[in-house]
């Protein structure tokens, strides 16, 4: 456990070794910030990293260039039909090369913590401290080109019901997903694609924990983004993520959404989408609204 420990640490101080001494290259912009273009530092996902709201994109969040800083605030609530999460946090966008995030996810199981003997309204609070770093291209800038920007990046996650998890079957109630992105703007077409890749033992994304009895290794799980700009304020798009099933008890499907996102500066965003995550626990067809807002610069 110790030696796990040592080295997700290791790889946490390697992604910023690399974000902080690599150089980047200048461009015709003074130190501030809001240099970027609405709309294309994305919004804030579940866990706090810059993207849509249930994937991670390449993109570093807030408005900063490569000579500028950035940053957001963001709530999003999820309103299914017997349960709710609520998330909050903020995130750092540090010269369009190194995001640092923070999030703190509530999921309240309404009826169904009676039911399982928890008590009406039990909450799994989960912190998530992210980083991400951006290995090469640019999303936006580098319209000639086929290649997509592509970053990296790990999140750290520590559930406060480590007795309950473990109950459940989960081998843990702490662990970092580490994953890769890959993210192209079409401005011609006013399309963005994007594709992750996450290397994940999380439950629930980490609210039951990580690991359990039917696996406890890393899986290789794939997250796509597909968003269409209606204007330089307004877009459309879908999310697929896949999930590991590693508990016995508690059967785990992919999550979907179809969402709007709405800007109308680059202070203030507002997102809704329809997400279906499925079946959580003993609950099936887990469908309801996300709404989300973001402040920041």
């Keep these: 456990m110790h030696k796990l420990r040592e080295v997700q640490t290791a790889a946490l101080g390697g992604l910023l070794f690399f974000a902080l001494t690599r150089p980047c290259p200048a461009i015709a912009e003074e130190a501030g910030t809001s240099g970027k273009?609405?709309?294309?530092?994305?919004?804030?996902?579940?866990?706090?990293?810059?993207?849509?709201?249930?994937?991670?994109?390449?993109?570093?969040?807030?408005?900063?260039?490569?000579?500028?800083?950035?940053?957001?605030?963001?709530?999003?609530?999820?309103?299914?039909?017997?349960?709710?999460?609520?998330?909050?946090?903020?995130?750092?966008?540090?010269?369009?090369?190194?995001?640092?995030?923070?999030?703190?996810?509530?999921?309240?199981?309404?009826?169904?913590?009676?039911?399982?003997?928890?008590?009406?309204?039990?909450?799994?609070?989960?912190?998530?401290?992210?980083?991400?770093?951006?290995?090469?291209?640019?999303?936006?800038?580098?319209?000639?080109?086929?290649?997509?920007?592509?970053?990296?990046?790990?999140?750290?996650?520590?559930?406060?019901?480590?007795?309950?998890?473990?109950?459940?079957?989960?081998?843990?109630?702490?662990?970092?997903?580490?994953?890769?992105?890959?993210?192209?703007?079409?401005?011609?077409?006013?399309?963005?694609?994007?594709?992750?890749?996450?290397?994940?033992?999380?439950?629930?994304?980490?609210?039951?924990?990580?690991?359990g009895d039917k696996h406890n290794g890393y899986q290789a799980e794939l997250e796509g983004s597909v968003a269409y700009l209606l204007s330089r304020q307004w877009a459309i798009g879908a999310e697929y993520r896949m999930k590991p099933d590693n508990l016995g008890i508690a059967r785990e499907d992919d999550w979907y959404d179809a969402f709007v996102a709405w800007a109308p500066s680059k202070h203030v965003s507002l997102t809704v989408a329809y997400a279906d995550l499925g079946n959580i626990v003993i609950k099936d067809h887990q469908r309801g609204l996300y709404a989300s807002v973001q402040v920041g610069f």
């Design 37 to 211: 273009l609405l709309l294309t530092g994305g919004v804030s996902q579940v866990e706090g990293a810059a993207g849509g709201g249930l994937t991670p994109w390449a993109v570093i969040g807030g408005y900063g260039t490569r000579d500028q800083v950035g940053a957001n605030a963001f709530y999003t609530r999820v309103n299914l039909p017997d349960y709710h999460l609520d998330d909050a946090g903020v995130m750092v966008g540090l010269y369009d090369r190194v995001e640092l995030s923070y999030a703190q996810q509530r999921f309240n199981t309404e009826d169904v913590g009676t039911a399982l003997g928890l008590g009406h309204g039990f909450t799994f609070r989960q912190d998530v401290v992210g980083v991400k770093v951006r290995l090469f291209g640019d999303a936006v800038l580098e319209q000639d080109s086929w290649l997509p920007q592509v970053s990296v990046g790990a999140q750290y996650k520590k559930n406060n019901q480590d007795a309950i998890v473990k109950f459940v079957g989960a081998r843990r109630s702490q662990g970092t997903d580490y994953y890769i992105d890959a993210t192209k703007l079409f401005l011609a077409q006013s399309l963005l694609v994007n594709a992750t890749v996450r290397f994940t033992k999380a439950n629930q994304i980490g609210i039951l924990g990580f690991g």
